[in-house]
């Protein structure tokens, strides 16, 4: 598995917000996001055998590893790895790009699903492997990170189509006020989350927390 870093922290978006968890960044990515805060897992990255990774994980406490990047889905041994975790009771909360197909991903137990709807402010909209949206359990969702007006309009129209199918989160971007978005959902009645990116507000953009 190559990857960028290993570290403790809490879960700082989505539904999962403040649980703690292990995270596990792993390197590289497919798409290009004009607002990628993890850029540096572009290149470089340590290759670590599965069994060593495995390893560690047992020793820790948490109940829960976030599978991150870069994507994650990316990874050779994703899927092994995600079953290896879950085969020793631990919980795995795949954060993902959501280009990829993760018809495999929902056939383990003790999964769970951040997939991102790339807005148009990413650069990278149409991004989706759309089927995906049909696999989504009942604890995955779907997340939309709105910078403006723009990707608020792109988000509503697929919240009008997918509200009752899928769990949805708004998210907005680092600098975009949370307080206008939450307003903008409450006036036009939605049936949606909105949350802010916690880790951000504890620590900033710093690596590794
Ligand atoms: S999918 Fe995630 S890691 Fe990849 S470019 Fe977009 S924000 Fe960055």
């Known amino acids: 598995m190559l990857l960028t870093e290993r570290f403790h922290s809490i879960q700082g978006e989505g539904k999962y917000i403040g649980i703690p968890m292990y995270f596990i960044r792993t390197n590289r990515c497919n798409l290009r996001c004009k607002w990628c805060d993890s850029t540096y897992t572009f290149s470089g990255g340590e290759e670590v055998p599965l069994s060593d990774l495995i390893s560690d994980i047992k020793s820790i406490s948490e109940d829960w590893i976030c599978f991150t990047g870069g994507e994650p889905m990316l990874q050779r041994e994703a899927i092994e790895f995600m079953e290896e975790c879950t085969s020793?009771?631990?919980n795995v909360l795949l954060e993902t790009g959501g280009s990829l197909n993760l018809a495999k991903v929902v056939q383990i137990k003790g999964t769970y699903i951040d997939m991102d709807i790339k807005t148009p402010s990413s650069g990278e909209q149409g991004s989706l492997y759309k089927e995906n949206l049909t696999l989504l359990r009942e604890n995955d969702y779907v997340k939309f990170v709105i910078s403006d007006e723009t990707d608020y309009n792109?988000?509503?129209?697929?919240?009008k189509q997918w509200e009752s199918k899928v769990e949805i989160l708004l998210q907005p971007s680092w600098g975009t006020e949370l307080k206008w978005l939450v307003e903008k959902?409450?006036?036009?009645?939605l049936n949606v989350r909105v949350l802010p990116q916690l880790h951000k507000i504890l620590w900033g953009t710093r690596r590794g927390v």
């Open 154 to 159: 792109y988000a509503l129209s697929f919240i």
């Open 185 to 189: 959902v409450l006036e036009d009645k």
């Open 88 to 90: 020793i009771g631990k």
